[in-house]
């Protein structure tokens, strides 16, 4: 069964970068397509972005088009969300999730703890 682990959160100041991973320890991650969500204190999860499992890319969140970046290492096993340029409006619970199905699709079965990230002066 796919279990799925985030990790790479922090707090980082306006501007600065941060790289978050999914990883799994239970199924390789190159035939599935990985979404990334984020939920901030009092509000309702939001979607990101997904890649598919031929590098495919759909922006959910426009707002972070140009800033972030999904990216797949299937050597190691890793789908990475690169953040540049944070906003503390993007501080929030970061997860990735997982689905057979497309990005179109969103329908994610498989979801890691999630990680934080802070985005603070």
């Known amino acids: 069964q796919l279990q799925l682990a985030e990790s790479g959160g922090g707090l980082v100041q306006p501007g600065e970068t941060l790289r978050l991973s999914c990883t799994s320890s239970t199924s390789t991650l190159d035939q599935w397509t990985i979404g990334w969500f984020r939920q901030a204190p009092g509000k309702e999860r939001e979607a990101v972005l997904c890649?598919?499992?031929?590098?495919?890319?759909?922006y959910y969140n426009f707002f972070v088009k140009g800033r972030f970046t999904p990216a797949r290492d299937n050597a190691k096993n890793t789908v990475y969300l690169q953040m540049n340029s944070l906003k503390p409006e993007d501080s929030a619970v970061y997860s990735c999730?997982?689905?057979?199905?497309?990005?179109?699709?969103?329908?994610?079965?498989?979801w890691g703890q999630g990680t934080q990230v802070t985005v603070s002066s």
């Open positions: 999730a997982a689905t057979k199905g497309s990005c179109i699709a969103r329908d994610f079965s498989t």
């Open positions: 890649i598919n499992m031929h590098n495919y890319i759909e």
